[in-house]
């Protein structure tokens, strides 16, 4: 069965910078577009970064700019880079597959706080 698990998350002022890791168990991700989705208190949880099997990158546009995400399919691993991040990125986040018609079971996610 597949696991995620990520981390790196925690308390961070704004204009800060923080790295996301996530890391995934039970299957090989390079054929997979994949992504890192967060969830503020009282939203839906969003795709923020995806980076597709060949390493192409997108983002949506309150992130563009400030967040990069990578991955190694060798070490099944991904990453989020946060830089100049605002009051408003505090959520959970995640990392998934981005896939019409499934998604790998969610981990517990990583908390980022931004503070003023």
């Known amino acids: 069965q597949v696991q995620l698990v990520e981390s790196g998350g925690g308390l961070v002022q704004a204009g800060g910078s923080l790295t996301l890791s996530c890391v995934v168990s039970?299957?090989?991700?390079?054929?997979?577009?994949m992504g890192w989705y967060r969830q503020a208190p009282g939203n839906v949880r969003k795709l923020v970064a995806f980076i597709n099997s060949t390493g192409s990158s997108s983002y949506d546009d309150s992130v563009k700019g400030r967040f990069a995400i990578s991955r190694d399919n060798d070490k099944k691993m991904m990453y989020l880079q946060m830089n100049s991040v605002k009051l408003e990125d505090t959520a959970i986040y995640y990392c998934?597959?981005?896939?019409?018609?499934?998604?790998?079971?969610w981990g517990q996610g990583t908390q980022v706080t931004v503070s003023s």
């Open positions: 998934n597959v981005v896939a019409a018609r499934f998604a790998w079971p």
């Open positions: 039970g299957s090989i991700i390079s054929p997979y577009d």
